[in-house]
Nanobody, 121 residues
């Protein structure tokens, strides 16, 4: 059974930093694109950053220059370094990955359970 598990959320003051991590586990044949999404109360889930298997990245305009997404293909892990955090960055952050499980010919989209990030003084 494939699953994604996030860690690293918490409470931080404005201007501070946090690092989110996500680990994919289970019987995995291949991991394609991975990404981070966030959802604040009363808002839709929105893309924060994504990264392809060859390392090409894409960022939401609101986080460009402050957040950095990275991955370790050997370990099937994903990270998000968040600097200069603002109160409007507060949300539940979700890890997402397109994964081909072992013994499968198809790629499926998997989601983590989410981790809360709160930016407040």
């Amino acid at each position: 059974q494939v699953q994604l598990v996030e860690s690293g959320g918490g409470l931080v003051q404005p201007g501070g930093s946090l690092r989110l991590s996500c680990a994919a586990s289970g019987s995995i044949l291949r991991v394609d694109a991975m990404g981070w999404y966030r959802q604040a109360p009363r808002n839709q889930r929105a893309l924060v950053a994504s990264i392809t298997s060859d390392g090409s990245t894409n960022y939401a305009a609101s986080v460009k220059g402050r957040f950095t997404i990275s991955r370790d293909n050997a370990k099937n892990t994903l990270s998000l370094q968040m600097n200069s955090l603002k109160p409007e960055d507060s949300a539940v952050y979700f890890c997402n990955a397109d994964i081909m499980p072992s013994a499968s010919a198809y790629t499926y989209k998997y989601w983590g359970q989410g981790t809360q990030v709160t930016v407040s003084s």
